[in-house]
């Protein structure tokens, strides 16, 4: 676990990191890293990690947030099942940096038949030396739902991160029976925490980081074709074929409940290795992270103006700027439908 003067965990749920007022905050948003660490995987690992590499040493980040699927143990692509021992090797990797990370689980970190279930993996990533993570409140769903607190040198919170579980699969419990959500209790224990931060301080802004995309995230985008200029383009693409959000089959409450509650502004997803939208819906910024993966999709190295990695600033006068770090010198920006725009 990384303590440290800077950084605290007060309770089962909630770390403080102190940041420093008069400088720039960064945040470096990696997902969908598809580690195999396996005898089948060991080419395309080295190309991931290469590209992990790249990605922090031009970001130089004070944070990194892995938003799920880190790891994949899926034995026809990985040649292993061992996601213990895919997740030390990535904690070993990322201690090396020296810059604190954390993470959420995706739907594929602990794929069925895999050596660990996520109690077991939270209890590994929270020996890493620069890890931020706690498996959360106990009897909330899924495993990994807390908040990290950035915080001034006086304790004052700057900007809370959500971290949630967005589960795994639905009813049946395995791929093919559709993609979960987070769930009620998930969302009930989220805005109550969030009420709370509200009440010392109005003008709070959070950050919410997950997993698999919101419904929201997908009408948001359809209302945008049509030409609805209450949702805001900010930067990216749906290159997903069939322009496919990894979306859950059942309604979840989170979006709706956090416009509500007013204190999220911005929320950063995986999933879609191709998707790399950021637009503002009802006053929240939804981000698809850009994605790492060489072993997940087929031919995904040829893929690559769609793959980096994506930076979130905190500036001192506590505005956001999020922006895409491409791996490579073109980016896709192309939105189907939508011709001309800013
Ligand atoms: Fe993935
Ligand atoms: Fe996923």
Same mark, same amino acid.
């Given at each position: 676990m990384y303590l440290s003067e800077k950084c605290k965990q007060i309770d089962d749920e909630t770390f403080t990191l102190q940041i420093q007022k008069d400088r720039d905050f960064k945040i470096l948003q990696l997902t969908? =890293? /598809?580690?195999?660490? $396996?005898v089948l995987s060991k080419g395309k690992d080295k190309l991931a990690l290469d590209a992990v590499k790249k990605i922090i040493e031009k970001t130089k980040p004070d944070l990194i947030v892995l938003t799920g699927d880190s790891i994949f143990p899926f034995l026809p692509k990985a $040649? &292993?099942?061992n996601n213990r021992k895919q997740a030390k090797k990535l904690m070993a990797f990322l201690d090396r940096f020296e810059i604190p990370y954390t993470l959420v689980f995706g739907? /594929?970190?602990?794929?069925?038949?895999? &050596?660990?279930n996520k109690e077991d993996l939270a209890e590994l990533y929270k020996q890493g030396k620069y890890c931020i993570f706690t498996e959360g409140r @106990?009897?909330? &769903?899924?495993?990994? %739902?807390f908040l990290i607190e950035l915080v001034d040198d006086t304790g004052k919170v700057l900007l809370p991160l959500v971290m949630l579980?967005?589960?795994? *699969?639905?009813?049946?419990?395995?791929?093919?029976s559709g993609f979960d959500r987070i769930q009620d209790d998930q969302v009930d224990w989220c805005m109550e925490r969030l009420t709370i931060l509200k009440q010392e301080n109005p003008d709070i802004q959070a950050m919410a980081f997950f997993h698999m995309p919101l419904r929201e995230f997908k009408e948001a985008y359809e209302k945008m074709k049509l030409g609805d200029k209450s949702v805001i383009y900010q930067h990216g693409s749906?290159?997903? @074929? /069939?322009? *496919?959000f990894g979306i859950s089959k059942y309604p979840g409450t989170f979006f709706d409940k956090a416009v509500e509650n007013g204190v999220i502004k911005w929320m950063f997803c995986g999933h879609d290795h191709l998707n790399t939208l950021s637009l503002t819906y009802k006053g929240i910024q939804m981000t698809y992270g850009m994605s790492i993966d060489y =072993?997940? *999709? %087929?031919?995904?190295? @040829?893929?690559?103006?769609?793959?980096g990695g994506t930076l979130i600033e905190r500036k001192t006068d506590g505005t956001v700027e999020i922006g895409m770090v491409p791996l490579g010198s073109v980016v896709s920006t192309r939105v189907r439908g939508v011709e001309k725009r800013k």
């Open positions: 969908d =890293l /598809h580690l195999g660490f $396996g $040649g &292993t099942l739907n /594929h970190d602990c794929e069925m038949g895999s &050596t660990c @106990k009897n909330l &769903t899924g495993v990994g %739902n579980d967005s589960n795994m *699969y639905g009813e049946g419990g395995w791929f093919f749906i290159a997903e @074929k /069939h322009e *496919y =072993l997940g *999709y %087929n031919g995904m190295k @040829k893929n690559y103006i769609q793959r």
